[in-house]
């Protein structure tokens, strides 16, 4: 069993910046995919940033691609999604995911999910 906390949220100025944090525990996590998802009012859950297990490859949306990166700090079971120059169309619930042993950016392929936080960008 995995559990995944996110952390970080919050209100924000358009053109800021926010660091997201998700906490795992209950497993290895170094070799798991971890990926950020988000979800606005109204619209479905859409893909944000995932990384590869032992983090040799990432991928990004289109739409916060140089904007957003995603890391991860092994020893403290942790990922990250740094968001800088936030839009307002940026605003929505991120919530982070597990794929076991594996890559994915497909929302149907995630092992678990965490339950989210808040971000919201203002004009």
């Known amino acids: 069993q995995v559990q995944l906390v996110e952390s970080g949220g919050g209100l924000v100025q358009a053109g800021g910046s926010l660091r997201l944090s998700c906490a795992a525990s209950?497993?290895?996590?170094?070799?798991?995919?971890m990926a950020w998802f988000r979800q606005a009012p109204g619209k479905e859950r859409e893909f944000v940033a995932a990384?590869?297990?032992?983090?040799?490859?990432?991928r990004y949306a289109d739409s916060v691609k140089g904007r957003f990166t995603i890391s991860r700090e092994a020893a403290k079971k942790t990922i990250y999604l740094q968001m800088n120059s936030l839009k307002p169309e940026d605003t929505a619930v991120y919530v982070c995911?597990?794929?076991?042993?594996?890559?994915?950016?497909?929302?149907?392929?995630?092992?678990?999910w965490g339950k989210g936080t808040l971000v919201t960008v203002s004009s």
């Open positions: 209950g497993r290895t996590f170094s070799s798991d995919g």
């Open positions: 995911a597990v794929t076991i042993g594996r890559l994915s950016t497909s929302k149907g392929a995630m092992d678990y």
């Open positions: 990384t590869s297990p032992w983090d040799t490859i990432t």
